[in-house]
């Protein structure tokens, strides 16, 4: 038997490398949805409801395969997705500093058109340090924060502002890798 293919629902560039740093090369297809949410969802309901919609999306582009979409917020009192500019991203990160807040990400996994599918929440929990506001500015100035839950990334110029973390490294990434390895040899893809 042949490997399965695997179709990351994602343009994400963090999750595509995660994949292609443990030797597998996705095929690459980017869902158009909408990732508006029902009123009252909780933070994990949020995160599957979301991925769950970008993989049924993928599913009718594909007649087979294993399809992975995953959707990653940050929770500090409220689900805080990506910022929608600059001022945002300042507002976020000003909240966030000498605090701790929840990274959450949906994984689904189907596989297309069979009744094969997982779908689950993993949560990491992340403790920043105090930084200051012109810290702040400096990191939103390197444009990074864009296209980021919580508008940071701990894999690149904000992890000097980070304490600890409580959890799954990838997850904050975005592709909690190792759960999503468990759930494929579960549904026993050859990779």
């Not at 994602?10 to 030797?23: A, K, L, N």
Request: a negative charge; hydrophobic letters at 40%; proline letters at 4%.
């Amino acid at each position: 038997m042949g490997e399965t293919k695997l179709i990351l629902a994602s343009g994400s560039p963090r999750r595509i490398q995660i994949m292609r740093d443990h030797g597998i090369e996705p095929e690459v297809f980017r869902p158009e949805v909408d990732e508006s949410l029902p009123e009252k969802i909780g933070m994990e309901q949020a995160v599957m409801y979301l991925a769950l919609k970008k993989a049924l999306y993928a599913e009718t582009a594909y007649d087979q395969g294993v399809i992975i979409a995953a959707d990653t917020v940050v929770f500090r009192d409220r689900i805080i997705g990506k910022p929608t500019d600059e001022g945002d991203a300042f507002s976020i990160l000003r909240d966030l500093r000498g605090r701790e807040h929840f990274v959450a990400t949906g994984v689904a996994m189907l596989g297309a058109h069979t009744s094969d599918r997982k779908i689950f929440c993993e949560v990491t929990k992340v403790f920043f340090k105090e930084y200051g506001d012109e810290e702040i500015a400096a990191y939103i100035a390197t444009g990074e924060y864009r296209d980021k839950a919580g508008g940071y990334a701990i894999q690149g110029g904000f992890a000097p502002y980070i304490d600890h973390i409580e959890g799954d490294y990838d997850n904050v990434v975005g592709f909690p890798w190792t759960r999503i390895r468990r759930e494929l040899s579960a549904m026993n893809t050859d990779l």
